[in-house]
T-cell receptor
Framework: ETGVTQTPRHLVMGMTNKKSLKCEQH?????MYWYKQSAKKPLELMFV???????ENNSVPSRFSPECPNSSHLFLHLHTLQPEDSALYLC????????????FGSGTRLTVV | GNSVTQMEGPVTLSEEAFLTINCTYT??????LFWYVQYPGEGLQLLLK?????DKGSNKGFEATYRKETTSFHLEKGSVQVSDSAVYFC????????????FGTGTRLTIIP
């Protein structure tokens, strides 16, 4: 247990479904991140939130919609995904006024069918 | 901009062999440097870090020294075990202070008995 919990661990969804990924951190951190990890590709930073405010969106398609209601929770809402969106989605958090790297969750393995 | 270059994998070694995974970086200023490890089916975990030149990070028998003159942070271990099989990521923090990590592409390590 790293202090960052992601649910569900595995998700299979159809292209017309709507689902959400959840991330919760118990570390008192003030920044949270979504990353996409696909086979044979580098880690892709998707979104960054600082103190609940989105500070970075790396040209992510609108079918991915993040939500950060407070500094401890981060969601990724998914709708009308494509098969190429199948990947491991990783959440991370950090404390930016005494930065010591990221703490990652275990990820959600998403399969779009 | 900032970048991290890791040696191409996959790397396959026999148990008890000496390990080196090369990492070089490009950054303006003085970043902190990190190694993360990802075991199968898991998220990334911080393995070790160094915050200034000539610092040596160490953990679980792994070591890496921050070399400013060669802009390198090579990961080493004297005697690897089967349980070290994983993907290893080198990363640097943005030296301008926005506390974002830039990751290398990862090196897959397989240790055979």
């Amino acid at each position: 247990e790293t202090g960052v919990t992601q649910t569900p661990r595995h998700l299979v969804m159809g292209m017309t479904n709507k689902k959400s990924l959840k991330c919760e951190q118990h570390l008192g951190h003030n920044a949270m991140y979504w990353y996409k990890q696909s086979a044979k590709k580098p880690l892709e930073l998707m979104f960054v939130y600082n103190f609940k405010e989105q500070t970075e969106n790396n040209s992510v398609p609108s079918r991915f919609s993040p939500e950060c209601p407070n500094s401890s929770h981060l969601f990724l809402h998914l709708h009308t995904l494509q098969p190429e969106d199948s990947a491991l989605y990783l959440c991370a958090s950090s404390q930016n006024d005494r930065f010591d790297g990221y703490t990652f969750g275990s990820g959600t393995r998403l399969t779009v069918v | 901009g900032n970048s991290v270059t890791q040696m191409e994998g996959p790397v396959t070694l026999s148990e008890e062999a000496f390990l080196t995974i090369n990492c070089t970086y490009t950054a303006t200023g003085y970043p902190s440097l990190f190694w993360y490890v990802q075991y199968p089916g898991e998220g990334l975990q911080l393995l070790l870090k160094a915050t200034k030149a000539d610092d040596k990070g160490s953990n679980k028998g792994f070591e890496a020294t921050y070399r400013k003159e060669t802009t390198s942070f090579h990961l080493e271990k004297g005697s690897v075990q089967v349980s070290d099989s994983a993907v290893y990521f080198c990363a640097l923090s943005d030296p301008t202070g926005n506390e974002k990590l830039t990751f290398g592409t990862g090196t897959r390590l397989t240790i055979i008995p």
